[in-house]
């Protein structure tokens, strides 16, 4: 997000149970993590993101994935179609950060 300072980006963060010890919404130590103030936390404690993602049973649990969605995009049932998508989120982030910069870029030139 440092690198999008000044941009119009937005992120939000969803927080669900999926392992054993996810048996409340994240502490403060976790929420902390994520410090910038574009950024919304969310506890979603029957996975009902995930679930409107395509969930249906526990091997199809949607965690640990980052989306990239263009401008304006509207969530229905289902979320919009990403312009990027895939996790973990460790394992791919350079590939949602170029996705968002092009978005940004995109958005700029409209």
Not at 5 to 15: E, L, T
Not at 21 to 41: E, F, G, K, M
Not at 89 to 95: A, C, K, L, M
């Amino acid at each position: 997000m440092q690198e999008f300072a000044g941009k119009p980006v937005r992120a939000f963060v969803i927080w669900e149970p999926v392992l054993p010890t996810d048996w409340s919404s994240p502490s403060t130590a976790a929420l902390r993590r994520i410090s910038d103030t574009r950024a919304v936390q969310f506890w979603d404690k029957g996975r009902l993101i995930s679930r409107s993602m395509g969930e249906h049973d526990r091997r199809s649990i949607v965690w640990d994935h980052i989306a990239v969605y263009t401008a304006g995009g509207v969530w229905g049932d289902a979320p919009p179609e990403a312009i990027y998508h895939g996790g973990p989120v460790i394992q791919v982030t350079e590939p949602a950060r170029a996705a968002l910069a092009h978005a940004v870029q995109s958005q700029a030139v409209h």
